[in-house]
């Protein structure tokens, strides 16, 4: 009863994003179009990001390094675009986990929770933030990410738990931590590697993370990215194109592929987080 009132309740409050974000695109359809994002390109981008988003691969490290690249959006409207993009994306991934994955329903709705009220706290800070203290704390983030996927990689972090919900002290850390995280996804830093190696530490079972981490970040994201739509901070190009063509990744991944060995993309990853923060600090210096 509690699951089916869960879902249901990721279908409203995602809709309730996607009327927000549509009646912004139909406002602003000038700006729209002069935006510099490529649109031959995104179908491409958005698609192969959340197809490797679904396993875990963060489409907020992947983003962070490919929008400068590419020069699609400004620093300072890449913690708003990194999480306005993912929004419908991820509500499919979190339809398709918590149907799937079997977590307590207590432990999913406290995690849930307690990282929607940092979601929502977040954008009133980040968007006052200036560009320079935008970089520092995305630069930090990556490194963040980029050491505990090598932790993974190398067996460092217990992934061998087997329970399915917490209680008592671990219950209450584990909200404290998606709390913390929900307000560290309005900066551009993303919770899935976060989120994951918490999982392992308390004793849960690794495939938890996923119901956990998407659950979580479908309210967080939607209540995060309306703050950001309110304000204009954010790409409307790449979110109209993830919010189409990354469905299409989420879903290829979802039906299509039953296990995909991703060892080897990880440490990809990892060369490319690092290398994006390096440059991001290089930068900075340069501008001081």
């Keep these: ?3 089916n009132i869960l879902l249901l309740l990721i279908v409203a409050i ?3 994003f996607l009327v927000m974000f549509l009646l912004d695109i139909n406002k602003n359809k000038k700006k729209l179009k002069q935006e510099k994002a490529d649109g031959r390109i995104l179908p491409f981008t958005s698609f192969i990001m959340f197809f490797l988003s679904t396993f875990g691969i963060s489409d907020f490290a992947i983003g962070t390094v490919l929008y400068p690249k590419l020069n699609w959006v400004s620093i300072k409207k890449l913690p708003g675009t990194l999480n306005t993009e993912c929004v419908i994306p991820v509500a499919v991934m979190a339809l398709s986990y918590i149907t799937a994955i079997t977590v307590d329903i207590k432990t999913l709705i406290v995690c849930i929770v307690c990282q929607v009220i940092g979601a929502y706290i977040g954008p009133y ?10 970089k520092q704390f ?3 983030g990556l490194i963040i990410a980029a050491v505990l996927i090598v932790a993974g990689q190398l067996n460092m972090i217990p992934s061998n738990g087997t ?3 917490l209680t008592g002290g671990k219950l209450i850390l584990a909200g404290f931590l998606l709390f913390i995280y929900g307000a560290l996804n309005n900066i551009g830093i993303g919770s899935y590697a976060l989120t994951m190696v918490t999982v392992y530490l308390l004793g849960l079972n690794p495939v938890a993370a996923f119901p956990i981490m998407m659950g979580a970040c479908t309210f967080s994201v939607p209540i995060g990215s309306a ?4 304000f ?5 190009k790449i979110t109209l194109f993830t919010s189409t063509f990354g469905v299409l990744g989420v879903l290829a991944a979802v039906f299509l592929v039953k296990s995909l060995d991703t060892y080897m993309l990880k440490w990809l990853v990892v060369i490319v987080l690092l ?5 991001m600090m290089m930068a900075k210096k340069e501008e001081d």
């Design 1 to 3: 009863m509690m699951k």
């Design 14 to 16: 995602n809709a309730y």
């Design 125 to 134: 800070f980040v968007v006052k933030l200036p560009e320079k203290v935008i």
């Design 138 to 140: 995305i630069s930090i």
């Design 163 to 165: 329970a399915t919900g």
């Design 227 to 230: 703050q950001f739509v309110k």
């Design 232 to 236: 204009g901070d954010y790409s409307r």
């Design 275 to 279: 290398y994006s923060a390096i440059s």
